[in-house]
């Protein structure tokens, strides 16, 4: 539990705690162990069945908010009738605002997140020291935020990704940024298609990237040449701009000039019936093993026995994209050889013969020759692992990155009563 009468930084979440969003887990507990109090307001409960280890040691309170109108309407309804008569000015601001935004996109909800920010403000706020909502992902969780501040006076800033950035509605987007203290983003990438929409305005846009926990990723594997079949790995979810069809059919072209593999997928996703249709179409099955979503520990295991890790990622036509990938940064870190392509943020960290290889997306004979390339080529392999390894440890740091977001927040926020200086790695 966060100290008595100690500011709370409020957590707002699509959902918590999810075995997805290990970046975000990781940093409420290093921000923790740097002396912040948080408090988690989640969308929607868990829905997968387990959670990471790190989950266990976060203190963090969690409420959770009613995840749909039909079903919760009479609470929904009495809180935010009163949290109209406690702060009419306030409601009816927020009110006109939601009708503004609903205009733009003709989507419920808009409505839904006034519904959960007047229930937060009214059933979940008063009695606590929350001085700032602080939300992760552009979407709907700052949606909420962004509701709960104008009801509240209370700020709110917001944490952007990935999907949540290319799949909003540019204007609803860049009235979030306007209205926000600050926004922080995971790339540079990122950072300066959000700075297109900003327009001049004075919010602070800031870039830090998620970083992961080296503490669980061994540096002193050994880089040797793989023996037949060859160990190759994905992890990533089953969804168009993961690019999975070009990594199968990548290895299909493998296969056709008699490379001897075997293929694991981690992950799950809305594409699984696709993905194994094509692994059955393209004669994959026997090379193929699809574990489904598995613990970061379990995930830790097949780091140790890859001998090349491989992303296909693509923007999708949704405009949905990666960032970074922290899989990719845990392979690295791994000294596993990373092969993938150059969307997004990922040549950020992935530089072509330096630090892996790199392919233009949804180019599959691209991607079989660099994979074949990586795993024959031992002068190469070594190279890249461990320039990999040295990039990871000097740029994607979390003890040294958790630091550097936790002084914005301080800088930023001065309701938390945290002196900048005071934070250290």
């Known amino acids: 539990m966060a100290s008595l009468n100690k500011p709370l930084l409020c957590m707002v979440l699509k959902g918590y705690p999810r075995i997805s969003e290990t970046f975000i887990s990781n940093e409420i507990l290093n921000l923790e162990q740097l002396g912040f109090n948080i408090h988690i307001i989640s969308m929607r409960h868990p829905r997968e069945r387990f959670s990471h280890a790190s989950v266990k040691q976060i203190k963090a309170k ?19 009738l009163k949290a109209l008569s406690k702060h009419p000015k306030n409601y ?16 419920s909800a808009t409505i839904k997140h006034l ?22 992902f552009a979407h709907s969780p700052t949606s909420v935020a962004m509701f709960a501040s104008m009801l509240s006076g209370i700020p709110f800033s917001f944490f952007a990704h990935a999907k949540d950035i290319y799949t909003s509605n540019p204007k609803q987007l860049a ?19 959000l700075s297109g929409l900003n327009h001049g305005n004075a919010t602070p846009l800031f870039c830090v990237y998620h970083g992961i926990n080296l503490d669980y990723f061994v540096n002193d594997r050994m880089v040797k040449a793989p023996e037949n079949p060859y160990q190759i790995l994905t992890v990533a979810r089953m969804t168009e701009k993961k690019g999975l069809d070009n990594i199968y059919k990548a290895l299909s072209i493998l296969k056709s000039r008699g490379v001897s593999f075997h293929h694991t997928l981690i992950g799950e996703g809305d594409d699984h019936p696709k993905v194994i249709e094509l692994i059955r179409s393209l004669g994959l099955n026997s090379e193929t093993t699809l574990t489904g979503t598995l613990t970061h520990e379990d995930v830790i295991s097949y780091y140790e026995k890859s001998d090349l890790f491989v992303l296909g990622c693509r923007i999708a036509k949704n405009g949905d ?43 599959p004979d ?43 927040y301080a800088q930023t926020i001065p309701a938390l009563d945290i002196e900048p200086e005071s934070i250290t790695v």
């Open 62 to 80: 969690v409420d959770y908010l009613p995840s749909t109108i039909m079903d919760h309407l009479p609470k929904l309804i009495y809180h935010n």
């Open 366 to 408: 691209d991607l079989a020759d660099a994979m074949l390339t990586l795993l024959t080529d031992t002068v190469l392999r070594e190279k890249v692992s461990q320039l990999a390894r040295l990039e990871i440890e000097h740029r994607f740091d979390n003890k040294k990155l958790i630091p550097e977001l936790a002084r914005i």
């Open 175 to 193: 009235e979030k940024i306007r209205l926000a203290r600050f926004v922080v983003t995971c790339t540079r990438y990122n950072q300066r298609f």
């Open 321 to 363: 994209r990666d960032g970074i990938p922290n899989v990719m940064a845990e392979s690295m870190a791994m000294k596993v050889p990373v092969v993938a392509t150059t969307v997004s943020g990922l040549p950020e960290f992935l530089s072509n013969g330096r630090t892996g290889l790199s392919v233009e997306p949804d180019q």
């Open 115 to 136: 519904l959960q920010a007047g229930y937060l403000v009214d059933k979940l706020l008063p009695g606590k020291q929350i001085v700032h909502f602080q939300a992760h």
């Open 92 to 107: 009816f601001k927020a009110l006109k605002k939601a009708a503004v935004r609903w205009m733009r996109t003709r989507k």
